[in-house]
């Protein structure tokens, strides 16, 4: 599959074959015994769980010491101190999700100042140039995954119907990314449908924020969400008021696939696929390590997931049995409150 | 009279007091500043292939970028929905409150107009297809702010100037790698337009390679780089685009070059050939002009080291030692961002240019310009012709 999206500063996507370590690589970068730490947003999530397996996975074939993973709780503050404080532990490279922007750029351009390899997941703090302030971005193709969804609530929407597209609020190159791509796909495909844009400040805001759009828009017909968790929170809100629409995102969250897979109101979901993801960065930085070139921005394409094939989608994404609702819903097995 | 002034600017709004400087003897002075968050500049590049867009606020710094495929062989109408398209977004997300103070545009040709007046008028010659489209009109009606045409090498040299490797170099080459080669220079700390906007196109220089006589663009530019490829992959001299062609992928530019970078014996000669090429023509500008800095820049020069190492090769050999005795040469880590920092630049550089500031500084704005308010109105005429599809309210894009 292509990558569909052009990097945060226009850069052509390099695919994950070109970062791929050789049986040289993993000799060198044993001998190198490199320590590095990683600093997420959370590690609460199954998406950050899988990322962080991804890499010590390949970490541990390279013999690269993980020595700390920090859990910033989405916190820009937090991310400023820790960063700030493994600095003094002088390891050879930190990967870091960037929380926000401004807030957190100059924080991270320390890192880089004091010799230390900066790899960044999914958000470059506007300002901050591949090269001189971090080695490489990785991330899923935001801009495909936008598109997947897109597609997959236009089959669902009569012609002039209104969606409502709740977008982050925070400046985050992910979601502005989904959010762009959702709108110019409709703007391009669908012309006859009329988008109504409302951003939430949190997961927890997003419910309200919908309804919100709703009462707003009584004629939205579908949601756009830029991402799982926050749109298993407007699956909720709208049932609880009694609707029942047709909503799309991004990420195939445990909650998100069982509502897919027994025909709720999510109707097609664009994952990412995280455990890759940390994959990827992992042997981008160990390629740093080790001095060779790599490229500015490395991007990993989504999958279009719908009922149909949730469950394969399931195991390829969390590398796990999918829940056992999604199997009862898909009929793998049988319903034990059936019988 | 400083301290008129001052109060004068500072009833209108045009500056605040900021921290306390350092003493000097006495009481600590009181700093002001100006209010960089008055107003926001809307900027974009357009390049055949890509479309960049970004908001800045008054000192240029981008609070957002975002770029994405687009063809500019398509109609300039579709390009410019686009445009207006992502323009609206961005001041929904960041400047919802803002006034509009300047918007800023490269194109992938030289703009000719643009010096003479304070204000662009109309939308000079810069593509063919684009003759006689009323692009800056519409784009001064639809914000209600004053539009700069630029040449992508102008706004990508001012990018690196301001944000980039040239941020401390007096005399900087910037060099732009792709289908074109082009050049931008910056002397004496400002860009160097020449008499029509036209300098720095390097690629139309006669250059020799064996038997062939063409220009730097058509032997050492991204279509030459593209052609040797895909023909080492057909003959197979190139086995790993030779893969690449069996696998059903495109063997391009960005292939061969990325394929160099991988170690590809026939990828490495295609852009030793192209780099040492442009390295000739660049040796000759350093040698007329003693740069501090030159940056390469473009796909082709970013995705590998190759291109860099054979243009530092020629130009250390065929440079007098007093040119290259302190010379750095480097490629840009800006990518595409360099074009958008570069055009809000421009925005900032053209207002607050004495001659424009004067008559609109005791308005507090620029939007109140004289000559800016009498262009408006002409732009709205001008507009009321453009197709109904282009009257569109734009959508969030």
């Known amino acids: 599959m292509t990558i569909s999206g052009l990097g945060p500063h226009g850069e052509r996507a390099a695919p994950p074959e070109r970062i791929a370590l050789l049986a040289d690589d993993i000799a060198a970068a044993r001998m190198g015994r490199f320590r590095v730490a990683i600093v997420l947003h ?53 990967i870091s999700i960037p929380v926000a922007n401004s807030a957190v750029a100059n924080a991270h351009r320390r890192v880089s100042q004091a010799g230390i390899r900066l790899l960044l997941l999914d958000n470059v703090p506007t300002g901050l140039l591949p090269g001189s302030d971090y080695v490489a971005l990785v991330s899923a193709d935001n801009f495909g995954l936008g598109t997947i969804a897109a597609a997959f609530l236009a089959k669902r929407l009569a012609d002039g119907a209104a969606v409502g597209v709740l977008s982050y609020h925070a400046e985050f190159f992910a979601t502005n990314e989904r959010e762009i791509a959702f709108n110019k796909w409709m703007l391009t495909n669908r012309p006859d449908i009329r988008l109504h844009v409302r951003k939430f400040d949190s997961i927890q805001t997003a419910g309200t924020d919908a309804l919100a759009l709703l009462e707003r828009h009584d004629d939205i017909v579908g949601f756009f969400v830029v991402w799982d968790t926050p749109a298993m929170e407007v699956v909720k809100a709208l049932e609880r008021a009694g609707h029942h629409l047709q909503v799309t995102t991004v990420d195939l969250g445990r909650e998100a696939a069982i509502n897919l897979a027994s025909d709720g109101m999510i109707c097609g979901i664009a994952a990412q696929q995280p455990y890759l993801q940390g994959v990827a960065v992992a042997q981008t930085c160990v390629l740093a390590l080790l001095g060779r070139q790599t490229p500015d921005w490395v991007a990993l394409p989504g999958l279009a997931v719908s009922s149909d094939n949730v469950v394969e989608s399931f195991q390829k994404v969390w590398r796990k049995q999918a829940p056992r609702e999604v199997l009862v819903s898909a009929k793998l097995v049988k319903d034990p409150s059936a019988s | 009279m400083v301290a008129d002034r001052l109060a004068t600017l500072s009833e209108i709004g045009l500056i605040v007091e900021s921290e306390l400087g350092i003493a000097s003897g006495g009481r600590a002075p009181r700093l002001v500043r100006f209010r960089t968050d008055l107003g926001c500049v809307l900027v974009a590049t357009l390049d055949q292939s890509a479309l960049g867009v970004g908001i800045a606020d008054l000192s240029g710094r981008l609070f957002t970028e975002h770029h994405e495929a687009i063809d500019l062989g398509a109609d300039a109408a579709s390009t410019l929905q686009r445009i207006l398209a992502l323009f609206d977004w961005l001041i929904a997300k960041h400047a919802p409150d803002m006034p509009v103070w300047g918007m800023a545009v490269s194109v992938p040709g030289p703009v000719s107009e643009g010096d003479e007046k304070p204000f662009m008028e109309k939308t000079p010659s810069f593509l063919p297809a684009w003759e006689d489209f009323p692009f800056v009109e519409t784009l001064v009606d639809r914000f209600g702010a004053p539009v700069w045409l630029r040449s992508s090498i102008e706004t990508m040299t001012m990018g690196e100037r301001f944000a980039g490797a040239g941020q401390t170099a007096r005399n900087m080459l910037f060099i732009k790698v792709g289908k074109r080669i082009g050049a931008g220079l910056i002397f004496d700390g400002r860009l160097y337009r020449g008499a029509q906007g036209a300098s720095g196109l390097i690629g139309q220089m006669p250059v020799q390679a064996g038997d062939r006589a063409s220009t730097l663009d058509a032997l050492a530019g991204s279509d030459m780089i593209a052609r040797e490829g895909l023909a080492a992959a057909q003959s197979g001299k190139s086995p790993l685009l030779a893969d690449t062609l069996r696998r059903g992928g495109d063997v391009g530019a960005i292939e061969v070059s990325q394929a160099a970078q991988s170690g590809d014996p026939a990828s490495m000669e295609i852009l030793g050939i192209s780099g040492r090429m442009i390295g000739h023509s660049v040796a000759m500008l350093a040698n007329m002009l003693n740069p501090d800095l030159i940056i390469l820049s473009g796909t082709m020069a970013q995705t590998n080291d190759l291109l860099l190492a054979a243009v530092r090769e020629t130009v250390y050999g065929e440079s007098h030692p007093l040119v290259t005795r302190d010379l750095i040469i480097a490629k840009s880590q800006m990518s595409s961002s360099a074009g958008l920092v570069g055009a809000a630049m421009v925005v900032v550089e053209s207002l607050f240019e004495p001659g424009c500031l004067k008559d609109w500084i005791v308005h507090g704005t620029p939007l109140a310009h004289p000559v800016f308010l009498a262009l408006r109105t002409s732009c709205a005429t001008k507009r009321a012709s453009i197709t109904a599809e282009q009257d569109r309210p734009a959508i969030a894009p």
């Open chain 1, 42 to 94: 959370t590690i609460a999530s199954d998406w950050a769980k899988q990322q962080i397996a991804g890499i010590m996975a390949t970490f541990g074939d390279c013999e690269t010491a993980v020595i700390e993973v920090v859990d910033c709780g989405f916190a820009p503050e937090a991310q400023v101190a820790a960063l700030d404080r493994l600095r003094g532990e002088k390891p050879d490279a930190i």
